[in-house]
């Protein structure tokens, strides 16, 4: 890691007088940052930017280059969140006016001397809608004390990331986490990380970017492995995603032209996407809508998502990248518990989830057979998870080693009296920050020791593999499904592929979400 001492002229943020600071120095392409100490001996280096605020001329366009700076760059705290409505805890709030937003963290331990260390590039969830890499659960400390260099980005979400504007290219955010790797390939071995050792990795609709990125030819040779928890398995068409654009415009009261939605403030389109997301229920746009509103996806483009990721895999297209994948056994029991799903509570209700869902005649049925006595919403949980989470995970990390490629597969099992293994808690284990605030919320009150010792092999997980591709249990084949289930006292090796669940999706294909009426809008 290159540093420069204490006596190094600091003019501050962008040379224009922020406060001079003590911290270490460094120096990127586009000028000298100064980091600040974090615990253990890593330097915490904060709110650098890769690209140009996209907004004014550049809004709704591909990432630029950020324009450098003289003097020394104040990075000690997080950059601006990219627009949203969300406050989520410990997080910084997105506020109007706010347009620096394409940032990169990094924490990078103190050099031993062993020559570059393994980079885990981590790209936050959120339903694509919200979210920042200024979460605590997110920090990186912990696992660069494990002998990683750790970064993360924040990114465009919502309508600027996501939203359809014509003439201009879908998938944003993926093309700002893309931009991201490059300023990687070209600026972390100042930090004391190999760019030709980097893993992607994420949770949720950010597993579903890694899971993209795979799949792009711009991100082709940007890192070498892919680390990706409860993959969402939601991808719109072009014409959904327009249909989507068509009703925000509408709340807006804009015309869903380039013109039109360039005349809308951020702050109006987070405010018009909120009030069609609310109305999804009575008024969906694709009919899963009306039991989970998330109405931003990756579009599958044809140019910079050419294929939607199972697809990808199966053709072989990302076989030199090593992959790890997870999910949780109970993923949306914790979307239930936070109101981000509609309560099915009736078989009637079932059954036209299962229509939503596009499910094949006798799943649901299965699931019946393999819950006998459950109740009704339990039933739809269950099946909303191994729909969108769990099947898919599974199914991904088959697809990739029947196409030649390495593939690991996990499952968060932990779980204590009054508390599922459920979507998102897996995150502060994986991270080693089961003490953030909020992490009591999604892990389910205060670890104990039994968490924390499962805390320490998640981590070392993560980080052997990130090192040399092997996370400690067995790969996937084409004819054997091993997983590793993460859990207290103790893990356990299980064939996910012996699962009755396994069994109900062996042939139930995987594809894109349509309009309510049909694929043309």
Not at 4 to 16: E, I, L, M
Not at 109 to 114: D, R, S
Not at 348 to 362: N, S, V, Y
Request: charged share 20%; proline share 8%.
């Amino acid at each position: 890691m290159e540093k420069r001492s204490r006596g190094d002229r600091a003019d501050g943020h962008g040379g224009k007088g922020a406060p001079r600071g003590h911290g270490p120095v460094l120096r990127t392409e586009n000028g000298l940052v100064r980091g600040r100490a974090a615990a253990g001996g890593v330097t915490a280096v904060l709110g650098i930017p890769y690209a140009a605020p996209p907004f004014g001329a550049r809004r709704f366009g591909e990432p630029e280059p950020p324009a450098p700076w003289d003097g020394v760059r104040d990075c000690t705290v997080f950059g601006p969140v990219a627009p949203q409505s969300a406050e989520l805890p410990g997080a910084p709030v997105w506020r109007p006016g706010d347009e620096d937003v394409l940032t990169v963290n990094v924490w990078a331990p103190e050099n031993t001397g062993t020559g570059p260390l393994p980079v885990f590039f981590w790209i936050h969830g959120g339903a694509n809608t919200f979210g920042s890499s200024a979460q605590p659960d997110f920090d990186g400390t912990a696992l660069a004390r494990a002998g990683l260099v750790v970064v993360s980005c924040n990114f465009r979400v919502g309508f600027e990331g996501f939203g359809h504007v014509p003439g201009h290219p879908d998938n944003r955010a993926l093309l700002d986490q893309a931009a991201a790797l490059r300023w990687v390939r070209d600026n972390i071995a100042a930090f004391g990380g190999d760019p030709g050792n980097v893993t992607v990795a994420g949770h949720s609709s950010g597993a579903g970017a890694v899971l993209c990125l795979m799949a792009m030819e711009r991100a082709r040779g940007l890192f070498r492995r892919a680390a990706a928890h409860s993959v969402p398995s939601a991808f719109h068409s072009v014409a959904l995603a327009a249909a989507v654009t068509g009703r925000i415009a509408a709340v807006a009261q804009v015309a869903p032209t380039a013109e039109g939605l360039r005349s809308a403030s951020p702050g109006a389109l987070v405010a018009a996407s909120d009030a069609v997301s609310a109305a999804c229920a009575t008024d969906p746009v694709a009919a899963v809508h009306a039991f989970e509103s998330v109405i931003f996806q990756p579009v599958v483009d044809g140019e910079v998502l050419p294929a939607d990721p199972l697809r990808a895999l199966a053709s072989g297209a990302a076989r030199d990248i090593d992959l790890l994948l997870c999910h949780a056994e109970e993923e949306y029991w914790f979307l239930h518990t936070v109101g981000a799903v509609r309560e099915v509570t009736t078989e009637a209700e079932l059954g036209e989830l299962a229509r939503a869902l596009d499910l094949p005649d006798g799943l649901v049925e299965g699931y019946g057979a393999v819950m006998p006595g459950a109740p009704v919403l339990d039933r739809a949980l269950a099946v909303l998870g191994d729909a969108k989470f769990g099947a898919y995970t599974t199914r991904l990390a088959e697809i990739h080693a029947r196409a030649g490629g390495r593939a690991h597969l996990a499952r968060f099992a932990r779980a204590r009296p009054g508390v599922r293994p459920w979507h998102t808690a897996d995150v502060p284990f994986a991270f080693g920050n089961l003490d953030a605030p909020g992490a009591d919320f999604l892990v389910g009150g205060a670890p104990d020791e039994a968490d924390r010792a499962l805390s320490r092999r998640m981590l070392r997980a993560w980080a052997d593999f990130a090192a040399g591709g092997d996370p400690g249990w067995p790969p996937v084949t084409a004819t054997t499904t091993p997983a590793r289930a993460w859990a207290v006292p103790d893990d356990r090796l299980v064939d996910a592929a012996a699962s009755p669940v396994h069994g109900l999706w062996r042939s139930v294909p995987f594809g894109l979400l349509r309009p309510l009426r049909g694929a043309d809008v």
